[in-house]
């Protein structure tokens, strides 16, 4: 079965960074890109970033371009979202996804994504 693991979440302070970390079994990973979303509680999902299969390209929404990087290592499965400078307002579960794509250079930005995490859980204090 296909399965999307993450890991890295957790309770830290304003300013301070995390690192989130997505690994995948039972897909060919390099088949895929791959993405970040969020969902703050009492709102909708809303995209992060994604990466595209090569990882040559990637994609932020506007008010994280600054502080969050996304980037991927096919040999061990896993995409990673390093989060610097953090604040309140990114308080939310985090998801990653995975977007079945023959393109290499692809890089998804709405959400119909093929296969997706369980969350994990982000909560920054002020």
């Known amino acids: 079965q296909v399965q999307l693991v993450e890991s890295g979440g957790g309770l830290v302070q304003a300013g301070d960074s995390l690192r989130l970390s997505c690994t995948a079994s039972?897909?060919?990973?390099?088949?895929?890109?791959l993405g970040w979303f969020r969902q703050a509680p009492g709102k909708e999902r809303e995209f992060v970033a994604a990466?595209?299969?090569?990882?040559?390209?990637?994609y932020y929404r506007n008010w994280v371009k600054d502080r969050f990087t996304v980037s991927r290592l096919n040999a061990e499965n896993t995409v990673n979202l390093q989060m610097n400078n953090l604040k309140p307002e990114d308080t939310a579960v985090y998801y990653c996804?995975?977007?079945?794509?023959?393109?290499?250079?692809?890089?998804?930005?709405?959400?119909?994504?093929?296969?997706w995490g369980q969350g994990t859980q982000v909560t920054v204090s002020a």
């Open positions: 990466i595209s299969r090569s990882g040559d390209k990637a």
């Open positions: 039972g897909l060919t990973f390099s088949n895929y890109a």
């Open positions: 996804a995975a977007d079945q794509t023959p393109f290499s250079d692809y890089v998804p930005i709405n959400y119909d994504y093929t296969y």
